[in-house]
């Protein structure tokens, strides 16, 4: 596996792999790996004839009183994990690098950002629709490969891409949980084992929802009754949102009849965490 730090390097290694004829499969990350990401780096192994994995902790989507500075930073483990992976190329350049000093260009995704995840985190992804943007134009992937948890994410960069006629396909993967049903993610770093243990309401409140539909509810005034029952049985997760809406565009839906997506976050110990359920059209 190829180490670059800079915006030329990785070019100049992009073009090497082009003038092989391979295709690219891009997985944009933020280090702190875990098994989540693996999925993602094997999804494009398999779509793809290279993989170029980033790693880049982006201090423009860390709101002032967020974790930026305490992120998990586990880049040595985060080289292995990928080396066995047999990944092409790894791009870990540094802010300076990304954001050249003066630099006041911006990407917004209005209406659609400030919704779920952004209303309560403003700024947040106007941070990522940025940061995306910059890998795309850096790297031109053919395909560009994202998790199903971080869903609000998914349906702004989608949005992106159609506006901005980035050549790429977009694929999204499935979440994937601990045996317990906890979703993967960075931060789970952050819970002590009485947190992780409370932090399960998550994953439980969207079991609830999907039964709850199964048995026959479509209505999002009881489902989302059910969901926040159910979150009140750990009194130490404060709850940020529990929604359910269209998955495109985030907007509320008082429906489940035609699909939709049912969204959670939640404050647990130290840690903001996040989960969904996508419910199909019934």
Request: hydrophobic share 45%.
């Amino acid at each position: 596996m190829r180490i670059v730090r800079t915006v030329a390097e990785v070019r100049a290694a992009i073009a090497d792999l082009r003038r092989q004829g391979r295709s690219l499969g891009l997985v944009p990350t933020m280090g702190a790996l875990h098994d989540g990401h693996i999925s993602l780096v094997r999804a494009a192994k398999a779509a793809c004839n290279a993989v170029v994995v980033t790693l880049f902790v982006n201090p423009t989507q860390f709101g002032p009183n967020e974790d930026f500075s305490k992120y998990p930073r586990t880049f040595e483990n985060d080289c292995r994990l990928l080396e066995a992976e047999n990944v092409d190329l790894l791009f870990a350049p540094e802010p300076a690098e990304m954001y050249p000093p003066g630099a006041t260009t911006w990407v917004e995704v209005q209406g659609i950002q400030d919704r779920l995840d952004g209303q309560s985190r403003p700024g947040h992804f106007r941070g990522v629709s940025t940061i995306v943007a910059k890998l795309f134009n850096v790297i031109a992937p053919d395909k560009a490969f994202f998790g199903q948890k971080d869903a609000a994410q998914v349906a702004i960069l989608r949005r992106m891409v159609r506006d901005l006629n980035f050549s790429l396909e977009l694929v999204v993967c499935p979440i994937v949980r601990e045996p317990d049903g906890l979703a993967m993610s960075s931060r789970n770093r952050y819970l002590s084992p009485e947190d992780r243990h409370h932090a399960l309401v998550l994953s439980r409140a969207l079991r609830a929802v999907e039964a709850q539909v199964k048995s026959g509810e479509r209505a999002a005034a009881p489902l989302i009754a059910t969901g926040l029952r159910v979150l009140a049985e750990a009194p130490s997760a404060r709850v940020d949102y529990f929604r359910i809406v269209d998955p495109d565009t985030l907007e509320d839906r008082p429906s489940v009849r035609d699909g939709a997506l049912v969204a959670v976050a939640a404050f647990v110990g130290p840690a903001r965490l996040i989960d969904n359920l996508l419910i199909s059209p019934l």
